[in-house]
């Protein structure tokens, strides 16, 4: 079903200007501008993504289900269609044909299940369709936790000793944290959000705590694959915002700290860090930008570190290959609009920014933090 909303809610631009240039007249790939974009969110990142293609005369179609069709995602574009049934959301071949039959040249996932599919990124591509994010061999690349830390010792950036190997035997890993040494983190490959994550302290509560975590696992992401890694006892989450191009050009965007958790949610994120040395948060760049440039990245993504207070050093945990619910914490203090860049990247053009720039940004424009409000059972 299309629709025709009744109540844009002031996303649809007064002006129609384009994106500029900000590349030189040898840029390879030529540039191609966007003119229509479908979105496959929903809620506060359908709007903020609205928001953006708006102001620069972008044609936003949106998605909607039966039981959201008066929510304001689903008004807020003059193009809007039904996919009738909550699961559609995630239905990838409906949502590419979709974004085909209504004329659609870009497809941008929000953040979510999709943005993370690289089965999916790799299908809108082959539609010819903009997937409005990385590669597809990069979000593959960077998916499985075991893989990516390969990826990166490869390119000289630190990871946390431990074992990432393919012998799943519950007796094997169990040697491997001893010679790892106690407390050890384990941890699903194609893990995220806390889920499939255990630490076990001793060899008494070794295989218990891996059977939880393969259990979680297994319901979560139907794969119980399990990496072994040394437990930082008095961590920091540090993770850098990086953005690459079609050109190879890579930039970190600051970073943000996001050691305030609860049951490894986070409930605070903050730019910059307070308290990190200058020599020490340059390095954190440097390797965030080895990372993305290891995959031949585009467009944003995250890359995220912990530190170890004790001995001061910092170690590779994962990549999220898309823009996150945080990157309004980096806008504020860059003052950059990150879904216009990836917009501007997709089009193929170059980042507005060198690394340079971005560094005199931070410099001038103060502190942001960002605060989560969970809803849960408090008794559990």
């Known amino acids: 079903m299309f629709r025709h909303s009744r109540g844009h809610r002031g996303l649809i631009p007064a002006v129609t200007k384009r994106l500029k240039s900000t590349t030189t007249s040898n840029q390879a ?22 928001k953006t293609a708006a102001q620069y005369g972008i044609r ?55 943005s993370e599919n690289s ?7 082959e539609a010819g369709l903009k997937f409005i994010g990385p590669p597809w061999k990069a979000i593959e690349a960077m998916g499985d936790k075991s893989r990516s830390k390969d990826i990166m010792t490869e390119a000289g950036v630190p990871c946390i000793p431990g074992y990432h190997g393919s012998n799943q035997d519950p007796g094997f890993l169990k040697h491997q ?8 983190l384990l941890k699903a490959v194609k893990g995220g959000g806390g889920k499939g994550m255990r ?8 295989l218990d ?23 930082i006892t008095t961590p920091r989450h540090i993770e850098v915002q990086v953005f690459a191009d079609k050109h190879g050009n890579c930039v970190a965007l600051g970073e943000r700290d996001c050691s305030i958790q609860r049951r490894h949610q986070k409930i605070l994120e903050e730019s910059p860090a307070p308290h990190l040395d200058e020599a020490l948060r340059q390095d954190l760049w440097d390797k965030a930008r080895s990372a993305a440039l290891a995959v031949a990245y585009e467009g944003a993504g995250t890359v995220e570190f912990i530190f170890d207070n004790d001995s001061g050093e910092f170690f590779f ?25 990836q917009i501007l990247v997709a089009e193929g053009g ?11 940004r931070i410099k001038a424009r103060g502190h942001a933090i960002e605060a989560r409000i969970y809803a849960e059972n408090p008794d559990m």
């Open 29 to 50: 790939p030529e540039r191609q501008p966007l003119h229509s974009i479908l979105i496959a969110n929903r809620g506060e990142i359908a709007l903020r993504v609205g």
């Open 60 to 114: 936003t179609t949106t998605l909607y289900t039966d039981p959201d069709a008066h929510s304001q995602h689903a008004l807020s574009s003059p193009f809007a269609i039904n996919l009738s049934d909550p699961s559609q959301y995630l239905n990838g071949d409906r949502i590419i044909q979709t974004a085909r039959d209504h004329g659609c040249q870009a497809i941008h996932p929000g953040y979510g299940f999709l």
């Open 119 to 125: 089965d999916f990124a790799k299908k809108c591509t």
């Open 177 to 184: 944290a001893a010679q790892i040494g106690y407390p050890v």
């Open 199 to 206: 630490i076990s302290r001793s060899p008494d509560d070794f």
């Open 209 to 231: 705590q891996l059977a939880s975590a393969k259990s979680e696992a297994i319901s979560s992401f139907s794969d119980d694959v399990m990496l072994v890694e040394k437990y």
């Open 317 to 341: 945990m994962e990549m999220n290959t898309r823009l996150q619910v945080e990157h309004p914490v980096t806008e504020m203090v860059t003052g950059e609009d990150l879904v216009h860049w």
């Open 350 to 360: 170059k980042l507005p920014l060198t690394q340079e720039e971005v560094h005199e």
